[in-house]
């Protein structure tokens, strides 16, 4: 354990080092780019491999062929450069390759506000690349959770072979924090496969979680296409086969759903709740407790940390003693149009958004209370 | 076809192909393996990548680790594979809408940076994959798909772009001219760095239709009549209306993975 004053973008690059992450490749943009500097200063001194690319298509298609071929890899972004990796994002899904996107969210759309907050690329994160596909984003609400999670993220992308978004924002990218930072953490570590080279398939039906599977440049003789294919990599246009690939997909989020669901919540027994994420749901906070002081009355709190998938049934679940839901976030109401569809139809969901570029204040908050 | 050949490809359910009858892409796919094998590689010493589009569907039909990634992108690609495996030989094959339109930016870059691969550019004029649109390599006034009036914008030379980029291997060859592209895609293979070979093939099918060039037969015809070897040209207009073939640049420069290992080094000791 060692004590130390760090950013959330710090934590970030720390935490993926220490659970394994030994490629990098990204371009950079504000407000991810310590992300990426300090990656290139102690990438080298692993051993490991740090290139800036010539822009985030090339970043992301790089850690992408580095991870098939074995590597724990990681990319560190921002919005105009996110929607430059959303195809790329389509065929890591597609071909199964685990990795690592870090969106250190700010103001959009197009080059928007570069040095400013905002939580509005959720619904990106979400259905930013075509055609229908698994997800997985986290949101961290503080440079200790810019730690855990980038460690966690990696965990759930090498178990599912499936891209994990970590939306961070600018607040939390570019806020200090003290932290104890653990000296080591669990490395998972991938399974190799213990078929042979002519019995192995890349794409094996039944194991869909913590799978064996051959590297890429390890004489498998495997076929990675992003092209819609068959449990060996090759294409097809068989509608059962086709069916079997896109299911497939879907159960590596449906089937783990609870596996996947982190939240944090207090006092949900309450009439009104608030819900919230990322650097927004510190305000939430502050607000539940100001008006604690002045009153009895409790105020619930449900901090999502992951966004995606969406668990309906446990936030549901989390409120269904609710009568009022305020929901917090630096966008136009993208989660809350979520939230809506989780909670009783009598359920009253009021928003409290900002899309200015400033964060949300606790007064902004306490009005709506 | 000999049986080392047919040894190197997928041959239990891969063909028959999805080349048109006539196309070149065969015959640059055929002089590949023969270089491959020439140079003593088995295929668990390669990784074959390439973009999207009909020369990119080669790397489907060998036997060997095989990287078929997004349109435009093999380049990147490979560049990680080649980093987590820098001991295996990176083979890239790349139409020139692939290489020189959408994955433009990246061949540059890659060129500059000299990581060791070997681009293998089959250059058909056109969009194959897609019916016969114009490429970056469209001649003026030729027509295409989406240039019936015929072709309104000036054509790249891959080979000048290259150079121009930082490449330390750049060669042209024809598919007429299998032999000689064997020999240069095993010198490139051979060169320690980014090297481009540049193959002109025919798309009967689409380009040489629309612009009445005859069948196959009649293309290769043209491509061994208008071709001159770098050693014949003895002035620039010997050049001129022809396709020059050979080694056209071979320069020492250092090798990027080698220079990053340096930098780890240095950052070790400190
Ligand atoms: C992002 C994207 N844009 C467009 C396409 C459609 N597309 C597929 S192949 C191709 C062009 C192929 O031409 P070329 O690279 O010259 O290769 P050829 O088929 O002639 O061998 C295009 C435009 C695509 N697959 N992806």
Known sequence: MSIQLLSGNEACALGALKAGVRFFAGYPITPSTEIAEMMSEELPKLGGIFIQMEDEIASICAMVGASAAGMKAMTATSGPGFSLMQEGIGYAIMTEVPCVIVNVQRGGPATGLPTKVAQADVMAARWGTHGDHPIVALA???????????????????????????????????????????????????????????????????????????????????????????????????????????????????????????????DLDAETVIVSYGSSARAALEAKNEFEKNGSKKIGFLRLITLWPFHYMKVAELLQNTKRVVVVEMNQGQMTREIARAVRRDVQVIDVNRYDGELITPAEVLEKL | MNQEILDRLRMDDRFPHILCPGCGIGSAMNAMIRAIAESGLTNDDICIISGI???????????????????????????????????????????????????????????????????????????????????????????????????????????????????VFVARSTTYHTPHL???????????????????????????????????????????????????????????????????????????????RKVCEHAQRR
């Open chain 1, 140 to 266: 961290p609400w503080s440079v200790m959770e810019s730690f855990t999670l980038t460690v966690k993220a990696i965990e759930i992308s090498e178990r599912l072979r499936l891209p994990v978004l970590i939306l961070s924002d600018e607040i939390i990218g570019h806020m200090r924090e003290v932290v104890s930072i653990p000296e080591s953490v669990a490395i998972h570590e991938r399974k190799k496969p213990t078929k042979s080279k002519d019995e192995y398939l890349h794409y094996h039906d039944e194991t869909n979680f913590d799978a064996p599977f051959a590297h890429f440049g390890e004489g498998f003789r495997i076929h990675i296409s992003g092209l819609t294919h068959r449990q060996d990599g090759f294409p097809t246009n068989d509608p059962k086969v086709i069916k079997w690939k896109m299911d497939r997909l879907r159960n590596k989020t449906d089937l783990n759903r609870d596996w996947l669901h982190f939240d944090e919540h207090l």
């Open chain 2, 182 to 260: 064997k020999g240069l895609i095993k010198q490139a293979m051979k060169k320690n760095g980014f090297a481009l070979v540049e193959v002109i093939s025919q798309c009967p099918t689409l380009y040489g239709r629309l612009n009445r060039m005859g069948d196959a037969v009649k293309m290769l015809e043209y491509f061994k009549e208008n071709s001159i070897t770098v050693s014949q040209v003895k002035e620039p207009k010997d050049a001129e209306g022809k396709i020059v073939i050979g080694v056209l640049h071979d320069i020492e420069a250092p090798e990027y993975y080698e220079s990053y």
């Open chain 2, 53 to 167: 589009g009909c020369s990119s569907r080669v790397p489907g039909y060998i036997d060997a680790d095989t990287f078929h990634t997004l349109h435009g992108r093999a380049i990147p690609s490979a560049t990680g594979v080649k980093l987590a495996h820098p001991d295996k030989e990176m083979i890239i094959i790349a139409g020139d809408g692939d290489l020189l339109a959408i994955g433009g930016n990246h061949f540059i870059h890659a060129a500059r940076r000299n990581l060791d691969m070997t681009v293998i550019l089959i250059n058909n004029h056109n969009y194959g994959m897609t019916g016969g649109q114009y490429s970056p390599t469209t001649p003026q006034g030729k027509r295409a798909k989406t240039a019936p009036y015929g072709c309104v914008e000036r054509a790249f030379d891959a080979c000048e772009m290259g150079i121009g980029s930082g490449a």
